[in-house]
């Protein structure tokens, strides 16, 4: 198992808006820029291999306070040079700062401290009514016209379950930045709830309340 100890202070960071890792959930990503290129192939000869999600903020260069480090977990080239990786989240971090260097990808000094339970075991929901959250994610995905099959994820365990609706789901940037943030799962599912009402809401949902 990973530790604190194990973690580098500074990783590369792969802005990309709308885009979110959780631990232990895998996020897909086609890498086709020079600079990012050059960061999976630096990453690949690195020792734990970990790339820094994470979303611009607004305008400019600027970012979120907050992003989920990945290990790369699976890669393939193409013919034309192109990456097809897969990104295994760890564990989440603040950034401290930005680091300049040769580089021609980012670079963060960033704190895993605050997240340090991402490392531990797989978080449970107790309170979680699976009846009731597929039922709604059902509706939800059917007036959101997602044509993805996602009947494998009803026997997935709870934080798989939220945590790969949290990254998949098509909300705003700062809703995705919110179930990321969240402290515990329990807290993440009842933030995923709650997008899953409003959505339902500005579908015109005639039952617009969730358990």
């Known amino acids: 198992m990973i530790t604190l100890a194990d973690l580098p202070d500074t990783i590369p960071i792969f802005p990309l808006t709308g885009a979110v890792l959780l631990p232990r959930a895998r996020l897909p990503l086609h890498i086709f820029e020079p600079r990012y290129l050059a960061m999976i192939e630096d990453c690949l000869k690195s020792d734990r291999r970990l790339i820094g999600m994470i979303q611009p903020r607004g305008v400019g260069d600027a970012l979120v306070q907050v992003g989920c480090a990945g290990r790369l977990t699976s890669f393939s080239e193409t013919e034309d040079g192109r990456y097809m990786v897969t990104l295994t989240g760890v564990v989440r971090f603040a950034v401290r700062d930005e680091v300049t260097g040769f580089q021609p990808y980012r670079r963060a000094r960033v704190d895993f401290a605050p ?48 945590n790969i609706l949290a990254m998949l789901c098509p909300f705003a940037p700062e809703e995705k930045q919110a179930l990321l943030e969240a402290q515990t799962l329990p807290e993440r599912r009842r933030i995923l709830q709650t997008l899953i009402a409003f959505a339902l809401q500005g579908h015109g949902s005639k039952d617009e309340t969730l358990q």
Request: cysteine-free; aromatic content about 8%.
């Open 115 to 162: 997240y340090v339970d991402d490392l531990g075991a797989a978080q449970s929901d107790p309170d979680l009514d699976r009846r009731v959250f597929l039922k709604d994610l059902g509706r939800y995905l059917q007036a959101s016209k997602m044509g993805t099959d996602w009947s494998n994820l009803k026997d997935a365990d709870d934080e798989m379950l939220v």
